[in-house]
């Protein structure tokens, strides 16, 4: 994504610097950093195909086109699932800690959908391409894809056209000249979810966009006038697609040296490379931004012992969070929770015995269970056989660690005493 703006110009700075304070702030190893034994984390991607009223105009639904947008998402997962280390070329003498996978796996679901106006982004007047949370040109599509229970909560990637290009090129045949005659160049933008203000003003959970313009003209005009294979375009898209979530994701730009780096603003280089602080950048963000908890399946975790979330001092959480792990508090701890903490379906949340969980107002709960106020109120109808799966009295024995709930804390089907031999 080229800088078109003043305002985008400067995002990539901000953003620096909000991640310089909260690592100076962290002061230590960032507990959302995977290891190689982790399972990536599988994030869903709609990647939504803007066709013309008459269905023309961009892939169509048919095995070939399948196929050239599957290995396209192969690209993308093969980024992430391949690093290069470039550590010592971008940042020669620091001996910085690397790792070779980013942990993460796009899930894709492809929908077409016929929609003139929306196929063609010279209907975009926001000319920076930034999808924003509202006055974007595809809003109302948007809206109604998000809205709609029978597909999967996920990133909406749109793939647009250039309206006019199309009609030269491909239709009437007046011209071949791409490069010269495309109005969005590199179309393509996302948002990058700001943590301390994801609340506000669009409500805890929106939609999140990515838009990827012209890449079937482009496909058309490497086949037909430059003869190229197909694995060029799919290959550069893929690569696109993974820096445009990468911003999704909550990554700024990184610097223009770094040539093959995968956040790199401008266009080119290799895009291989992330330093492990960008990869714990993704995660935590994946726990902290309650947007993009809807697009990871409530049964995932990491799978790995080591993503557990250990607690072997005094700690308070009092931010909300999604973990894709279990959580162990050990003998002689004191864990307080004010917050809501949303556990996988499966996950466990151990108190071992001499330990000590406090539920100040917090909520710990199963990523499909709904809130406890779904629960209160009004008596359900018997036909519903809901039934809370809350622990609302104190728990305590001799065998087990002590969990105390206060300021109307709650705990989902808790298991509380496991002891571990
Ligand atoms: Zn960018």
């Known amino acids: 994504m080229k800088g078109l703006n003043f305002l985008k110009d400067l995002r990539p700075f901000i953003w620096t610097l909000i991640l310089l304070i909260t690592e100076a702030l962290s002061g230590q190893t960032n507990p959302y950093l995977p290891d190689i034994s982790?399972?990536?984390?599988?994030?869903?991607?709609?990647?939504?195909?803007?066709?013309?009223?008459?269905?023309?105009?961009?892939?169509?639904?048919?095995?070939?086109?399948?196929?050239?947008?599957?290995?396209?998402?192969?690209?993308?997962?093969e980024v992430f699932a391949n690093l290069v280390n470039r550590n010592e070329e971008y940042y020669p003498g620091q001996n910085l800690p690397f790792l070779s996978n980013a942990?993460?796996?796009?899930?894709?679901?492809?929908?077409?959908?016929?929609?003139?106006?929306g196929w063609n982004n010279r209907n975009d007047t926001n000319h920076s391409g930034v999808p924003y949370l509202s006055g974007w040109y595809l809003d109302y599509l948007d809206l109604q894809i998000y809205g709609d229970s029978a597909l999967p909560k996920a990133i909406n990637l749109?793939?647009?056209?250039?309206?006019?290009?199309?009609?030269?090129?491909?239709?009437?045949?007046?011209?071949?000249?791409y490069d010269k005659r495309i109005f969005f160049k590199q179309h393509a933008a996302s948002?990058?979810?700001?943590?301390?203000?994801?609340?506000?003003?669009?409500?805890?959970?929106?939609?999140?966009?990515?838009?990827?313009?012209?890449?079937w003209l482009k496909l058309w005009w490497k086949r037909n006038v430059l003869h190229e294979p197909d694995w060029t375009m799919e290959y550069e898209v893929?690569?696109?697609?993974?820096?445009?979530?990468?911003?999704?994701?909550?990554?700024?730009?990184?610097?223009?040296?770094?040539?093959h780096s995968l956040m790199r603003t401008s266009f080119g280089?290799?895009?291989?490379?992330?330093?492990?602080?960008?990869?714990?950048?993704?995660?935590?963000?994946?726990?902290?931004?309650?947007?993009?908890?809807?697009?990871?399946?409530?049964?995932?975790?990491?799978g790995s012992a080591t993503a557990d979330w250990v607690v072997s001092t005094e700690e308070t959480w009092n931010t909300s969070r999604r973990l894709y792990a279990n959580i162990?508090?050990?003998?002689?701890?004191?864990?307080?929770?004010?917050?809501?903490?949303?556990?996988?379906?499966?996950?466990?949340?151990?108190?071992?015995?001499?330990?000590?969980l406090i539920l100040d107002g917090g909520i710990v709960r199963r990523f499909d269970t709904p809130a406890p106020d779904a629960f209160?109120?009004?008596?359900?109808?018997?036909?519903?056989?809901?039934?809370?799966?809350?622990?609302?009295?104190?728990?305590?024995?001799?065998?087990?660690?002590?969990?105390i709930l206060k300021g109307n804390g709650k705990i989902d089907g808790a298991i509380i005493g496991l002891i571990k031999d």
């Open 376 to 403: 209160e109120g009004e008596q359900l109808e018997e036909t519903q056989h809901m039934k809370s799966p809350y622990l609302i009295d104190a728990r305590d024995s001799d065998q087990a660690g002590t969990v």
């Open 191 to 215: 948002e990058i979810p700001v943590l301390n203000s994801r609340v506000q003003p669009y409500g805890r959970f929106h939609s999140m966009r990515c838009h990827i313009g012209n890449v």
């Open 269 to 302: 280089g290799l895009r291989d490379y992330m330093t492990t602080q960008e990869i714990a950048r993704v995660h935590q963000t994946f726990g902290l931004y309650p947007s993009l908890w809807q697009f990871v399946e409530g049964d995932f975790t990491y």
């Open 38 to 77: 982790y399972t990536p984390l599988k994030v869903r991607v709609n990647l939504i195909i803007l066709q013309r009223e008459d269905g023309s105009g961009n892939f169509q639904d048919n095995p070939a086109d399948h196929t050239f947008i599957e290995n396209m998402i192969r690209v993308t997962n």
């Open 103 to 117: 942990k993460i796996e796009i899930v894709p679901n492809i929908i077409f959908r016929k929609y003139g106006f």
């Open 328 to 356: 162990l508090v050990k003998s002689g701890a004191v864990l307080t929770i004010t917050s809501e903490i949303l556990m996988p379906n499966s996950g466990a949340l151990v108190v071992e015995q001499g330990a000590t």
């Open 158 to 177: 749109y793939f647009s056209n250039d309206g006019q290009l199309h009609e030269e090129m491909v239709v009437l045949g007046t011209t071949t000249d």
């Open 238 to 259: 893929g690569k696109s697609i993974a820096h445009e979530l990468g911003h999704l994701f909550g990554l700024g730009h990184t610097s223009e040296n770094h040539l």
